[in-house]
């Protein structure tokens, strides 16, 4: 009873000796598992960061593919009015073989 009541000095310094390694060792192994987790926390933002660079990166070029996009439509409207004259040159040579619009606009008609 001396060790709880203080009236052994010296088992009262060996209990605080033992509570106190014992709770370095509770708050060594908390820290430890601090630690691992911290760490385990890094290697899944380190993750979650290079994809979303990547997520970024594929973001960036969407604008150009619009712009792609737009540029194709372009080309597919003036296509089709190429498209449109040499459909009608060609009803024109099948069906005037010698007009004189035609004969004028080849010198004949100087």
């Known amino acids: 009873m001396g060790l709880i009541s203080g009236t052994d000095p010296i088992a ?6 033992v509570v106190v390694a014992v709770v370095t060792v509770v708050v060594a192994v908390l820290l430890m ?11 899944e933002v380190a993750t979650v960061w ?6 970024a990166n594929n973001t960036i070029h969407i604008a ?6 737009e540029h194709v439509e372009g080309i ?3 296509a089709g009015r190429i498209a449109a004259s040499a459909e009608a040159i060609k009803d024109h040579a099948e069906g ?6 035609c004969i004028w606009h080849r010198g004949g008609g100087k």
């Open 96 to 101: 005037c073989p010698s007009c004189p619009t």
């Open 12 to 17: 009262s310094w060996w209990l605080a000796v």
């Open 33 to 43: 598992r601090i630690v691992k987790t911290a760490g385990a926390i890094d290697d």
């Open 64 to 69: 150009a593919i619009y712009k792609t996009y």
């Open 50 to 55: 290079a994809n979303g660079q990547r997520v």
């Open 76 to 78: 597919l409207a003036r």
